[in-house]
C-alpha cells in the first residue's frame, strides 16, 4: 500500500519557457517530475496561462502517479510582482500584456491549490538564501547576473518585503562604468554590455561575437577581452559596495548565467567590491550559488509553503 505524501509544485516562468517540478519538503533541495513548455509570450497573457495550465497539469498527474499529493503551488515570474495579489504590476518587454495577469488567482483556478508568486529573480534568491549558499545566514542578499542584473533581499528565511514590491530591483543603480561615466549597474556588468563593450572597443560590428565568444578570447589571450571583463566587473563590484553599505547583509550570493563564468568575473568583481566597503565589514561573506538552475524550482518551492502556511487554520 502506498502512503500518499504532501509535496509542493514548483514553477519556473521565463519569457521562453515554462519549467516544472515537484518537491518534497522532507527533501526540499531535490526536484522531481521535471516537465516544461514553451511560453509561447508573444502571443499574449490568455496564452501564457494556457501553456501553464499544461505545466501544472503534467506536474498533478507525475506528483500523484508517484505517490504524493500535491499541497501548494510557488512561482516565479519577469516583473515586479504584488506577492500579496499576487498581480503582475510591471514586466518588461519579452512578455507583452503580461503587466495586469493575477497569476495567483490563475493557479488557484487551475489546481485548486493555495498558490503564492514573485519576481522570478527573488525566487531564485529565496532558495538559495533557504537551502543554498546562503543557507545559516540571517541576512543575505542575492544578486543574479546574466541577461540582465536583479536581486533579492532575504532576512531570516523570508523575502524582504517592501511597500512597492521592487526591493531587490537592482539593475537600475547608479554606477560607475569603465568608459568614466556613471549610469545604471546593469550597463555595467550584465552579458549584453560586456559584449557590446568588446565590439565597440575592437570596432567590430558583428552581433554574433556575445559574451561567449568574448570569453573564449579571453582564454586565448585576448587582451581587450581581459580589460573588458576586468574593468566592467570591478565598476559592477563597485555598484554592489555602495547598495550594501547601505543595506548591510551578512553575506552575497552571486548567481546568473555571466557568475557561471566563475573566476574572471567573480575575482575583480569582489575584490573591487571589498575594496568599497565601509570599515568593519571585512566579514562580509561573499560566494556563488550553489544549485545553479535549479534555484528557480527550489525557491518556487519554498514560495508554495507559505501560502500553505498562510491558508492552515491557526
Given amino acids: 500500500m502506498t502512503v500518499e505524501r504532501a509535496c509542493m509544485l514548483a514553477v519556473d516562468l521565463g519569457g521562453t519557457k515554462i519549467a516544472g517540478g515537484y518537491i518534497d519538503p522532507e527533501q526540499p533541495t531535490v526536484v522531481h517530475g521535471r516537465t516544461q513548455q514553451p511560453t509561447l509570450a508573444m502571443d499574449g497573457p490568455a496564452t501564457v496561462i494556457e501553456q501553464l495550465s499544461k ?10 502517479q508517484a505517490g504524493y499529493t500535491p499541497a501548494a503551488v510557488g512561482l516565479g515570474s519577469p516583473g515586479v510582482i504584488n506577492p500579496d495579489t499576487g498581480m503582475v504590476v ?3 518587454q519579452t512578455m507583452p500584456g503580461w503587466a ?8 488557484t483556478t487551475i489546481t485548486g491549490l493555495p498558490a503564492a508568486v514573485h519576481n522570478d529573480v527573488r525566487v531564485m534568491g529565496l532558495g538559495e538564501a533557504v537551502y543554498g549558499a546562503g543557507k545559516g545566514f540571517a541576512d543575505v542578499l542575492f544578486v543574479s547576473i546574466g541577461t540582465g542584473i536583479g536581486g533579492a533581499v532575504v532576512r531570516n528565511g523570508a523575502l524582504d518585503p517592501s511597500p512597492h514590491h521592487s526591493r531587490g530591483e537592482i539593475a537600475y543603480l547608479a554606477c560607475p562604468q569603465p568608459e568614466g561615466n556613471c ?4 550597463n555595467a556588468g550584465s552579458g549584453p554590455a560586456l559584449a557590446k563593450r568588446y565590439r565597440q572597443r575592437k570596432g567590430i560590428t558583428d552581433p554574433s561575437v556575445d559574451l561567449r565568444e568574448v570569453m573564449r578570447r579571453w582564454y586565448d589571450g585576448d587582451q581587450t577581452a581581459k580589460d573588458v571583463i576586468a574593468e566592467s566587473m570591478e ?3 563597485r555598484g554592489l559596495a555602495g547598495y550594501v553599505n547601505a543595506l548591510d547583509v551578512s ?5 546568473g548565467g555571466v557568475a557561471t563564468i566563475g ?4 575575482a575583480p568583481l569582489e575584490k573591487a567590491f571589498r575594496a568599497d566597503l565601509l570599515d568593519g565589514m ?11 538552475t535549479d534555484a528557480p524550482l527550489i525557491g518556487a518551492a519554498c514560495l508554495a509553503g507559505t501560502a500553505l502556511e498562510h491558508t492552515s487554520p491557526k
Fill in 90 to 92: 510591471n514586466v518588461g
Fill in 183 to 186: 549610469d545604471i549597474i546593469e
Fill in 235 to 237: 565598476c559592477t563590484g
Fill in 100 to 107: 495586469g495577469t493575477n497569476v495567483k488567482a490563475a493557479m
Fill in 263 to 266: 573566476e574572471p568575473i567573480i
Fill in 282 to 292: 571585512d566579514d562580509m561573506v561573499v560566494t556563488t550559488t550553489e544549485f545553479g
Fill in 55 to 64: 505545466v501544472l497539469a503534467e506536474l498533478i498527474a507525475s506528483a500523484e
Fill in 251 to 255: 553575506a552575497v550570493v552571486i548567481g
